[in-house]
């Protein structure tokens, strides 16, 4: 069994900064691509970063600049540090993994629970 666990969300004024972790555990073999996603209530969810177990990083147009995208190997965790937020940044924040399990030969895609993020005065 696997858990990706987010932490870090909350309310934080514009331009101000905030950093979520999200840590993978359990059953794990290798992980993959690890990254965020975000979701606005009655809207899609929408990638903001990916980053590979090489550290290539890949985001979203809004986010370049502002966001960076971090990872410990070695933990299982991924980090979003946040700068210069505005109220658009508003939403849920996923975690997501791909990852292989022990015992499987395939990789398969996890998500957390997601935490909220509230950019707000």
């Known amino acids: 069994q696997v858990q990706l666990v987010e932490s870090g969300g909350g309310l934080v004024q514009p331009g101000r900064s905030l950093r979520l972790s999200c840590a993978a555990s359990?059953?794990?073999?290798?992980?993959?691509?690890m990254g965020w996603y975000r979701q606005v209530s009655g809207k899609q969810r929408e990638l903001v970063a990916t980053?590979?177990?090489?550290?290539?990083?890949n985001y979203a147009d809004p986010m370049k600049g502002r966001f960076t995208i971090s990872r410990d190997n070695a933990k299982n965790t991924v980090y979003l540090q946040m700068n210069s937020l505005k109220p658009e940044d508003t939403a849920v924040y996923y975690c997501?993994?791909?990852?292989?399990?022990?015992?499987?030969?395939?990789?398969?895609?996890?998500w957390g629970q997601g935490t909220q993020v509230t950019v707000s005065s």
């Open positions: 359990g059953s794990i073999s290798s992980i993959s691509t």
């Open positions: 997501y993994a791909v990852l292989r399990t022990i015992g499987s030969p395939l990789f398969g895609s996890y």
């Open positions: 980053i590979t177990s090489g550290g290539n990083s």
